[in-house]
């Protein structure tokens, strides 16, 4: 029976049960007992001593002959409060659907679990799946495996001994200025046209562009600061929308100007909402009052919308099919072509690093090229007449 005692806070009970884990860390869990204070001492007392009992604490439940599909269940769970909700969704979603189901049919254990075992299971995935879809199923292994390894439970990573797949080589579709400018035209009047504009012109991911908030720009300094995202998971079976104030990486928290022909829009939209709020009064949605690509009841233009909607709206106009994501990448492409050098793409894109600026556009980067082949031809001026 684990140790516990109750703890008061505002004005409830709480158990608070303290125990080993198996990494021989002193850990506590603070359950409600939803009861008020004022009476209920014993009440709570008793059901202190039922916690205490029937405790069974996720990571004592790991022992050596544990299976390894079900061994990651139980890692999934010791992590969740350490990771953020879309990683815990997506590591739980291909734990549960694929990773686990294939180790679990073949009844291997976590000790027992060797390098072709995990070999085997890429070879065999990679008939359905692509190879990056593969690497995620690695990390997910290795990260497991790795803290099996720290609490002792097995000697070595198997994972480490394991040939991972080629990473593919990603080329996104992206529209010309021409292309851009119909799309715009296409757009216009639309739930889709603020995120169609964010994710063409400044190159925002469709997180960045669905939270931005109006206390983002500064219409006094004409900016705009991306620093706060909402993305969609699926977690426990539901489907929920995750808002933070983070952005996917350092860089990407980035402060752009607020060119004059966006200000105007984002002036009229702003008093356009204000109109809509009045006429729908009580029906107006509040939840959302902050947020800027918000639909005539106050609703937040959700990731899924948008990314449903898209397609739709370039078919109905004729347009060439790309994803959202690719006006991230037309963005770039139009800021190549016009001459931008790339460490000024990175900014304005907020990668983490140059590296990953280039490994995307390089290939875009044709006006460069023409450059080296001139400065060639100057400097081999007279070999080449040689040969002419």
């Not at 504009?197 to 983002?216: C, I, M, N, P, T």
């Not at 023409?370 to 031809?377: I, K, P, Q, Y």
Request: glycine letters at 4%; one cysteine or more; aromatic letters at 10%.
């Amino acid at each position: 029976m684990v140790a516990g005692h109750l703890q008061e806070k505002k004005g409830y009970y709480y158990m608070v049960l303290s125990y080993t884990g198996v990494d021989g860390k002193r850990k506590t869990k603070w359950l409600s007992t939803s009861l008020p204070v004022r009476g209920n001492k014993k009440k709570a007392e008793t059901m202190l001593m039922q916690a205490r009992r029937s405790f069974d604490p996720v990571d004592k439940q790991i022992t050596y002959d544990t299976l390894f599909s079900d061994y990651l269940l139980k890692w999934l769970e010791i992590v969740r409060p350490t990771i953020a909700v879309t990683t815990y969704s997506s590591y739980s979603n291909m734990t549960r659907k694929t990773v686990g189901p294939y180790f679990k049919e073949r009844g291997i254990t976590l000790t027992a679990l060797k390098p072709m075992d995990i070999q085997l299971f890429y070879l065999e995935q990679l008939k359905r799946v692509s190879a990056s879809t593969v690497i995620h199923y690695h990390a997910i292994i290795h990260k497991a495996l790795k803290y099996a390894v720290k609490i002792e439970l097995i000697d070595s990573n198997p994972a480490e001994k394991v040939d991972r797949p080629k990473k593919e080589r990603f080329v996104g579709s992206f529209y010309s200025n021409e292309e851009v400018e119909k799309l715009f035209e296409a757009a216009k009047g639309t739930k889709l046209e603020i995120p169609i504009f964010l994710g063409a012109f400044y190159g925002l991911r469709r997180s960045e562009a669905l939270g931005l908030k109006w206390d983002a720009v500064d219409f006094q300094n004409d900016t705009i600061t991306i620093q706060h995202t909402v993305t969609c998971c699926n977690l426990d079976g539901k489907h929920i929308q995750v808002a933070k104030d983070t952005t996917k990486t350092k860089s990407s928290l980035r402060t752009l100007p607020l060119v004059p022909v966006f200000k105007e829009k984002l002036l009229a939209l702003k008093e356009e909402q204000k109109e809509y709020k009045r006429v729908c009064g009580r029906c107006y949605d509040k939840r959302y009052l902050e947020y800027i690509c918000v639909d005539e009841m106050g609703t937040l233009v959700s990731p899924e919308y948008l990314t449903s909607a898209f397609p739709k709206l370039l078919r109905r106009n004729g347009l060439r099919h790309i994803r959202f994501h690719d006006l991230r990448h037309s963005c770039a492409s139009l800021l190549l072509a016009n001459d931008v050098p790339m460490k000024n793409i990175q900014e304005w894109l907020g990668h983490s690093d140059f590296s990953t600026t280039a490994n995307i556009y390089a290939h875009l980067d044709y006006n460069s090229k023409l450059s080296s082949a001139e400065t060639m031809v100057n400097a081999l001026k007279g070999a080449l007449e040689t040969i002419s």
